[in-house]
């Protein structure tokens, strides 16, 4: 039982590439998220998920792409990357709807992208 | 005024000592409150749930305050283990994380 995983752990980008990041996690969760973390910000949501085949924009989704065609797998692109999406970004899941008992989020062990 | 509030520290203090975070909220329909706990450059993890009466976990105590609206977390006993961020999470209809209170303990 790996948990939440992520792919890849590090990558540096020149303004205007684009990339994929790749989470993807083995406890049947339901829900997925997607979170960037800069300092002194806190965690905010870019973009979540409530089942496969849903997606539904967060707090700062702007410039941020995601799909979720299997249940297990939630993908965050970025298709053509500035600076200030220089963070580091944390995949979630959750196996019911934030407010019930079993709503802990499960982390993954983030991505570390800056952008040159 | 941001939505979820934490005093970012560092905390400084020696082992055993006893020590409280609080974090305040500003949306009153908030549900339910979390604490977690991030180390250096890892994924935030679940420390514990905040309830209305207050709940204790080994030597860590949360406290709920709606009409405040705020959430505390005393530990006590401080080990150099516990030298980590802390983060306050609020459930208002959507996660809100705190920046997170630094705590260094030292021997």
């Known amino acids: 039982n790996a948990g939440v995983t992520q792919t890849p752990k590090f990558r540096v980008l020149k303004t205007g590439q684009s990339m994929t990041l790749l989470c993807a996690q083995d406890?049947?969760?339901?829900?997925m998220y997607w979170y960037r973390q800069d300092p002194g910000m806190g965690l905010r949501l870019i973009h979540y998920?409530?089942?496969?085949?849903?997606?539904a924009k967060g707090e700062v989704p702007d410039g941020y792409n995601v799909s979720r065609l299997k249940k297990q797998n939630f993908l965050l692109g970025l298709e053509s990357a500035a600076p200030s999406q220089t963070s580091v970004y944390f995949c979630?899941?959750?196996?019911?709807?934030?407010?019930?008992?079993?709503?802990?989020?499960?982390f993954g062990p983030g991505t570390r992208l800056t952008v040159l | 005024r941001k939505e979820v509030e934490q005093d970012p520290g560092p905390f400084n203090v020696p082992e055993g000592a006893t020590v409280a975070f609080n974090c305040t909220y500003s949306?009153?329909?908030?549900?339910?409150f979390f604490w977690y706990r991030q180390d250096c450059r890892k994924e935030p993890k679940l420390l514990m749930s905040?309830?209305?009466s207050g709940n204790e976990d080994g030597r860590f105590t949360a406290q709920l305050n709606r009409a405040s609206q705020y959430i505390s977390l005393l530990i006590r006993d401080s080990k150099l283990s516990d030298s980590a961020t802390y983060l306050c999470?609020?459930?208002?209809?959507?996660?809100?994380f705190g920046q997170g209170t630094e705590l260094s303990v030292k021997p």
């Open positions: 999470v609020v459930n208002g209809g959507k996660l809100i």
């Open positions: 949306n009153s329909a908030s549900q339910s």
């Open positions: 998920s409530v089942g496969e085949g849903t997606t």
């Open positions: 979630a899941s959750s196996y019911s709807k934030l407010g019930g008992p079993a709503d802990t989020q499960y």
């Open positions: 406890m049947n969760h339901e829900y």
């Open positions: 905040v309830y209305s």
